[in-house]
């Protein structure tokens, strides 16, 4: 079955940069776009940017425009999102999700997310 | 960036009961929208697609309506399982999501 499985919690000093994994299995990695979504804690859900697991090719929302690199390793299906800069209000749950889309739409919903992980970012 | 609003913040509905939850786009979206449910300590699941196409193995309970920028997600009978946070989603142009409707016990 289709899974994306996440790495584990960080704990990360302000000024710091930290990379979460996201590996996917069950599915064609280069067939589908791969996007990161965070939630702060009690908060709702911020959508970050998206890769192309097949050219590598990416789009980061405004907000994160110069602090966020997404990468990929197809060799291990496997996809990154490196945030630097770390400030307390970038403690939240990382998702990674997979986009479904209708033929020839450049964005879609969301199926499957990973399971989250959490970054706390502490002095 | 299209804006999106849900309401109420908070539903709080009786098992059995019918629940309507309300998505609004501050521009059109045509179809492009989709519908999650998540619970505590759980990853968004997937709920509807397309505004009204239902996820593989989302009960029939669950239905979505509406185009442009109104629509529903409808919860036919709330069973216990369906107390949680749902959120809309937009994919006209780059995602974004709604604040959210908590649906909790009455």
């Known amino acids: 079955q289709v899974q994306l499985v996440q790495s584990g919690a960080e704990v990360k000093k302000p000024g710091a940069s930290v990379k979460v994994s996201c590996k996917a299995s069950g599915y064609t990695f280069t067939s589908y776009y791969m996007h990161w979504v965070r939630q702060a804690p009690g908060q709702g859900l911020e959508w970050m940017g998206i890769?192309?697991?097949?050219?590598?090719?990416?789009s980061y929302a405004q907000k994160f425009q110069g602090r966020v690199t997404m990468t990929r390793d197809t060799s291990t299906s496997t996809v990154y999102m490196e945030l630097s800069s770390l400030r307390s209000e970038d403690t939240a749950v990382y998702y990674c999700?997979?986009?479904?889309?209708?033929?020839?739409?450049?964005?879609?919903?969301?199926?499957?997310w990973g399971q989250g992980t959490l970054v706390t970012v502490s002095s | 960036e299209i804006v999106m609003t849900q309401s109420p913040a908070t539903l709080s509905v009786s098992p059995g009961e019918r629940a309507t939850l309300s998505c609004r786009a501050s521009q059109s979206v045509s179809s492009n929208l989709a519908w999650y449910q998540q619970k505590p300590g759980q990853a968004p699941r997937l709920l509807i697609y397309g505004a009204s196409t239902r996820a593989t193995g989302i009960p029939a309970r669950f239905s979505g309506s509406g185009s442009g920028t109104e629509f529903t997600l409808t919860i036919s009978s709330l069973q216990s399982e369906d107390f949680a946070v749902y959120y809309c989603q937009q994919y006209n142009n780059w995602p974004t999501f709604g604040p959210g409707t908590k649906v909790d016990i009455k």
């Open positions: 890769i192309n697991p097949s050219g590598g090719s990416t």
């Open positions: 999700a997979r986009q479904r889309t209708t033929l020839f739409f450049p964005w879609g919903w969301f199926d499957p």
